[in-house]
């Protein structure tokens, strides 16, 4: 899948749940919806993006989901 | 008028607590107040001789044969327009009742044709009936005096025929029009003698008749016949059964001749359209029989190959053989499916188990997907459950309606007619659309407000309609407190009240004035009882989801939820996508709505399917295509949709079928996606199998066989086949018994089965211990979640935008006579009225540009570029562009993006950027070489 569209879709995510007042809340929001909502490979790939490039182009909320929830979010990704 | 004869009470039935005692024929009979006498009577079994009086409209008295003595009164009153009083003496068989009977009878059959031998109505024809029950034996008037006989017909409409030599002027077929349909097309025109039943002037296909039927269905006399019925005659039995259009859902009878049907006729006990219908359920129904119905098998191993028919025992084994083959070649994720909304319950049920279970993943989805998933997403968040609060009967409550991104004269004509005679008593409209619908100026109705929103600002506009409500101190905060997470509420307050959420902050953006948005507000919260609807003008946006959260929060602020008038009502596109979420097509949920990760609902379907579950979500229909194109997914099921014409970007979407090495597509005709298709199964229409659909207002209804499939096999057939070839049982000797596997493991479906739908005739969901007969309204006494939960709604602009390159912005819809992708109504008379998708422009956009109306017009986004004729209107406002998407060769669909719901991935249709320009002469020679 392209990496620019992952990534645009979990900023869309991130946008929804940005003006969320509580930041831990806000985090919650988008980890659960990428961990509900995603399939694995497309986790995957937003995973090995935030490897290769440290997060380029996501936005600093959905960057701090991905990088505190990293081991919810690989759950069930086959490698 | 019923070819087998349905009871006819003569006027409406009238509901209420007090009881008037009176006397008929000697007997005595109690009815409510307000009942007419001729209904009185009806119920105690006396029929009152009648021809104007029919209970589907108000009584009009004009026949004068249902005269009836009414002791201590002078005269013979009408019993159709006369109330029953208490001690009322009444008689209705005298002698001079008789004979009164009998002159009036011989006026009219002065000026009838006595062909009753050649007439399609003969023995089904009130006035030839009634001649006999008022024992008429002889006309002394005549013939040779001034008449209508020689009048000609009007065989304009392609489905019925209006012979006005044939008409009594009783005016049922103007009242239907008015009373039922709310069109006002049909009229009386002339006075006395030269009365005659006129379409506006002119005949009937160029007048304002939508074509819904209610005039053909009023007549009693063959005067407005069906051209079914005068080409074939009188059916021989009934068969009840649903509708397969729009997700209305209307019950309909089979009028049948042994396996053809005559004529299909609302069911007048049908609660979901009280004996209405459109155009496209009451006469677009030959697409079943249609020559290009494709009954064979056909199979190829590229899809640059011919197809070869082949039987289905070689079909089935072939497709499982290549689904088997790529699951070992790419991995069991390189499978999935798509489960159709026009296919039944226990169709979908399982397509659905077949992926899960044969296929092991989660890749099932539906084509909910590309419309109502973000109404699935937004109301489970708030109100805890995924679907419409209410039932349609609902908005005869309501006293003000908000239409917000729906246009259901065309979309949802049937309740529309329900929704405007609310309307015609006084309840107030507030329309939000960048189109002026019909609803908002039309006969007797006019929307207070018109909210002519610019594309892509719908959550603008509805948080500005909150700020309103919150800071004037419009909330109901009572109701929150008592139903809502008041914590939530808070902060959701909060966030409203900011300035930039006003109305004359927004205004700029939004392009609704200020003044009109806060009268909006204020109208809808202080209304007794308020109700929304909405359609895919809220949720195919890339903020659908926060939009539909956006409503929720509006009814919950307002305590517009929990009784008859108020609510949150998505209005569904097709007639099962609510089924079709219901029954567990979404890739992230098990049926029921409840996620895959649950272990506890896992186990219960490990049980009783006897494999394991699959607990990660599966890719959704975009998903799949990107994946398609990154090589990881490969073979594709589809039931019953068409995803090459009907999903958004199309270049995207065919590089991405033809990635694919096995596309299954099961289908009634070969669609633009079977031209990327490596199998084909043949599909059967809603007549020629049993199931359920459920509508908009979360009805289970029956859909009953009528004819056998053409195929031989109906689908639910072909998908067990298939389960069976990988391996995976599946033996149902009847849609019943997979209603029973549903009620099994579905809460919400626990006590729903087919001989309760035989027996109720249709039932709302949630149907279980609390609620065994069904729910009409949700969220009575708590929200299915337990409190409502508000969630804040931030506006985030689209990405796609306007620039100088693509300055208009083009957003798309139906229209009333076409249905979806066409498939079924293209191969109708429908075409009559809809025979190419067309563009519609402002009169200024289109001076700007030179263009004229009727001219060919370049429609070019970011994405691609198609070509139309465009119709000048002030419809849409200057800066905005409008077109169908009901002709594949029209292509909307290639302009429009990828860009989607953030939760859902549902396409962004409602918006796309683009410029309009005039054809040159080779975009013309491009068009002809093309085909077009």
Same mark, same amino acid.
């Given at each position: ?59 600093? =909320?959905? =960057? ?16 | 008028?019923?070819?087998?004869? #349905? ?96 002159? #009036? ?38 013939? *040779? ?17 209006? *012979? ?167 991995? &069991? ?101 960048? &189109? ?497």
């Amino acid at each position: 899948m392209e990496t620019e569209k992952l990534v645009r879709m979990a900023n869309q995510i991130g946008a929804f749940f940005a003006s969320e007042p509580d930041r831990p809340v806000a985090v919650e929001g988008v980890t659960n919806h990428l961990r509900r909502f995603w399939e694995p490979r497309m986790r995957g790939q937003l995973l090995d993006h935030l490897d290769a490039t440290g997060g380029a182009g996501l936005s600093p =909320l959905v =960057l701090d989901a991905v990088t505190t929830n990293r081991e919810r979010l690989a759950g069930g990704i086959a490698r | 008028m019923y070819s087998v004869k #349905v009871p006819d009470a003569g006027t409406p039935a009238v509901v209420g607590p007090v009881v008037v005692t009176l006397e008929i024929d000697g007997m005595v009979v109690a009815v409510p107040e307000g009942t007419s006498v001729m209904r009185a009577a009806a119920d105690a079994g006396v029929r009152v001789p009648k021809l104007c009086a029919t209970e589907t409209l108000d009584a009009f008295g004009s026949c004068r044969l249902c005269l009836v003595e009414i002791e201590g009164r002078r005269g013979f009153p009408a019993s159709c327009t006369t109330s029953v009083q208490p001690g009322m003496k009444v008689r209705t068989q005298t002698p001079k009742l008789a004979q009164l009977r009998r002159g #009036v009878m011989e006026l009219y059959i002065s000026d009838h044709p006595l062909d009753c031998l050649t007439c399609p109505a003969n023995g089904n024809c009130e006035l030839q009936e009634m001649a006999g029950v008022v024992g008429l034996r002889e006309v002394r008037y005549g013939l *040779d005096g001034q008449n209508h006989l020689q009048a000609e017909k009007d065989t304009s409409n392609p489905y019925f025929t209006f *012979d006005p030599s044939k008409c009594i002027v009783c005016s049922r077929c103007v009242r239907a029009c008015e009373e039922i349909q709310g069109t006002f097309a049909l009229t009386v025109d002339g006075r006395g003698f030269a009365s005659v039943i006129s379409p506006g002037g002119g005949d009937f296909m160029s007048s304002e008749c939508v074509s819904c039927g209610a005039c053909v269905q009023a007549c009693p006399t063959a005067t407005l016949m069906e051209n079914t019925i005068v080409d074939r005659g009188q059916p021989d039995h009934v068969v009840d059964t649903t509708c397969a259009y729009c997700g209305v859902g209307c019950s309909f009878r089979a009028e049948m001749r042994g396996n053809e049907v005559v004529r299909m006729v609302p069911s007048k006990d049908g609660r979901a359209n009280a004996g209405h219908s459109c155009v496209k359920g009451r006469f677009a129904w030959g697409y079943a029989t249609h020559k290009d119905r494709v009954t064979r098998p056909l199979i190829r191993a590229s899809i640059e190959d011919p197809w070869r028919e082949v039987s289905w025992e070689e079909a089935i084994a072939y497709t499982a053989s290549e689904i088997r083959r790529i699951q070992a070649t790419y991995g &069991r994720g390189a499978a999935g499916g798509i489960t159709s909304s026009r296919c039944t319950n226990e169709e979908t049920w399982l397509v659905q188990k077949l992926v899960r279970g044969a296929f092991g993943v989660n890749n099932v989805d539906t084509c909910a997907r590309v419309c109502h998933s973000p109404t699935g997403y937004g109301l489970k968040t708030t109100l805890g459950e995924s679907a419409g609060t209410q039932d349609f009967e609902s908005v005869e409550y309501a006293d003000v309606i908000v239409v917000i991104g729906a246009n259901p004269t065309e979309g949802h004509p049937v309740f529309a007619s329900r929704l405007k005679r609310r309307l015609r008593e006084g309840a107030k409209l507030i329309v939000v659309d960048p &189109r002026a619908i019909e609803l908002v100026r039309q006969p007797h109705v006019e929307a207070s407000f018109h909210l002519q929103l610019r594309p892509g600002t719908n959550v603008a506009v509805a948080n500005a309609l909150a700020h309103v409500i919150v800071t004037e101190g419009l909330a109901d905060e009572h109701f929150v407190r008592e139903r809502c997470e008041w914590g939530e509420f808070e902060k959701w307050r909060a966030f409203v009240s900011e300035a930039r959420n006003s109305p004359e902050a927004t205004e700029a953006l939004t392009g609704v004035p200020a003044a009109s948005l806060r009268g909006a507000a204020r109208l809808y919260a202080s209304a007794g009882n308020a109700a929304i609807y909405y359609g895919l003008g809220v949720t195919e946006h890339s903020q659908g989801s926060t939009m539909v959260i956006a409503i929720a929060n509006l009814a919950m602020a307002t305590g517009n939820l929990g009784r008859p008038g108020v609510g949150v009502n998505p209005l569904r596109g097709q007639n099962n996508v609510q089924g079709s979420c219901d029954m567990g097509s979404f890739p992230h949920e098990l049926p029921g709505y409840r996620h895959v990760s649950d272990p506890v609902v896992r186990a219960s379907f490990e049980r009783d399917w006897g494999v394991r579950i699959d607990p990660e979500p599966g890719l959704r229909i975009p998903n799949m295509f990107d994946a398609a194109l990154d090589g990881s997914f490969k073979a594709l099921y589809v039931q019953g949709e068409d995803i090459a014409q009907s999903d958004p970007d199309l270049h995207h979407v065919h590089a991405a079928l033809r990635a694919m090495e096995c596309v299954i597509v099961q289908d009634l005709f070969l669609n633009e996606t079977a031209r990327f298709a490596h199998v084909f199964l043949p599909g059967a229409s809603f007549l020629e199998k049993d199931g359920t659909f459920t509508n908009a207002e979360r009805r289970i209804g029956r859909v009953r066989k009528v004819m056998p499939p053409l195929a031989g096999k109906a689908d639910w057939e072909v998908t067990m086949d298939l389960a069976r070839a990988l391996g995976f049982p599946m033996d149902y000797a009847h849609p019943s018994e997979i209603m029973e596997e549903i009620a099994r493991l579905m809460p919400t479906f626990a006590g729903v089965c087919y001989e309760k739908l035989d027996r109720l005739g249709s039932i709302q969901w949630p149907c279980n211990e609390a609620a065994p007969e069904g729910t009409p309204v949700m969220h009575v006494e708590q929200f299915v979640r337990g409190k409502g939960k508000f969630a804040l709604t931030e506006y985030v602009p689209t990405d796609e935008r306007t620039s100088a390159r693509f300055p208009l912005l083009l957003t798309t819809g139906r229209i009333l006579s076409q249905y979806n992708v066409g498939a079924q109504t293209r191969r109708t008379e429908n075409v009559r009225w809809h025979a190419a998708d067309v563009l519609e422009i402002h009169p200024h956009d289109a001076e700007q540009r030179g263009i004229r109306a009727g001219d060919r017009v370049v429609v070019a986004s970011r994405k691609g570029e198609t070509t139309l004729s465009v119709v000048l209107t002030e419809r849409v406002a200057p800066g905005v562009v409008y077109t169908t998407f009901h002709h594949p060769e029209s292509g909307a669909n290639i302009v429009t993006t990828d860009y989607s719901d953030w939760a859902t991935n549902c396409p962004e249709y409602k918006v796309t950027a683009v410029q309009v320009r005039r054809a040159s002469e080779r975009d013309r020679a491009a068009e002809l070489a093309a085909g077009k």
